[in-house]
T-cell receptor, first 112, second 112 residues
Framework: GENVEQHPSTLSVQEGDSAVIKCTYSDSASNYFPWYKQELGKRPQLIIDIRSNVGEKKDQRIAVTLNKTAKHFSLHITETQPEDSAVYFCAAKATDGQNFVFGPGTRLSVLP | DGGITQSPKYLFRKEGQNVTLSCEQNLNHDAMYWYRQDPGQGLRLIYYSQIVNDFQKGDIAEGYSVSREKKESFPLTVTSAQKNPTAFYLC???????????FGSGTRLTVV
């Protein structure tokens, strides 16, 4: 079945710097890759997603890149702000296509 | 709550008791899911349902049971057979296979 790895597990950056979180997946048939942000004690919220027919997608300060050949995708946050501090999860569709497999999460801390 | 509601927000259970967590959505989504989240860990799939009166075991179904009698509702019962039930439980729904999840706000279950 699908396996998703995510690195790093924790990441600290200075306010205004960029942050990059990387994920790899195992099933080459996966074709949809969402990213979720979870603030402490709250529900995960979808922040951006990418489908396998594109290599990059941007939404203001957030971008996601996908390398299908290498089976990895990355989240890029530019000009980080304290409110970006949260746990970020990547996900890929499971082999049966009916649910998602999540990475273990990255705790991002943006230091003022 | 974004169309998907979990209750209660906090739940305390004595050892040996069964408890039921509620999940209701008014998004007209066919698919619903239950995930468990432990501190510092990712999301692990307990059960999911693609359609009314049908559900499938996820990766950690032992000690849990579900029902899907109505499209809007997908309650999760944590039975006494679940050896380590203390965790944060998240319910999610999805409208179609091309979209990501919408999560509920979660239920934090503590065994006392």
């Amino acid at each position: 079945g699908e396996n998703v790895e995510q690195h790093p597990s924790t990441l600290s950056v200075q306010e205004g710097d960029s942050a990059v979180i990387k994920c790899t997946y195992s099933d080459s048939a996966s074709n949809y890759f969402p990213w979720y942000k979870q603030e402490l004690g709250k529900r995960p919220q979808l922040i951006i997603d990418i489908r396998s027919n594109v290599g990059e997608k941007k939404d203001q300060r957030i971008a996601v890149t996908l390398n299908k050949t290498a089976k990895h995708f990355s989240l890029h946050i530019t000009e980080t702000q304290p409110e970006d501090s949260a746990v970020y999860f990547c996900a890929a569709k499971a082999t049966d296509g009916q649910n998602f497999v999540f990475g273990p999460g990255t705790r991002l801390s943006v230091l003022p | 709550d974004g169309g998907i509601t979990q209750s209660p927000k906090y739940l305390f259970r004595k050892e040996g008791q069964n408890v039921t967590l509620s999940c209701e959505q008014n998004l007209n989504h066919d698919a619903m899911y239950w995930y468990r989240q432990d501190p510092g860990q990712g999301l692990r799939l307990i059960y999911y349902s693609q359609i009314v009166n049908d559900f499938q075991k996820g990766d950690i179904a032992e000690g849990y049971s579900v029902s899907r009698e109505k499209k809007e509702s997908f309650p999760l019962t944590v039975t006494s057979a679940q050896k380590n039930p203390t965790a944060f439980y998240l319910c999610a729904s999805r409208g179609d296979r091309k979209s990501g999840y919408t999560f509920g706000s979660g239920t934090r279950l503590t065994v006392v």
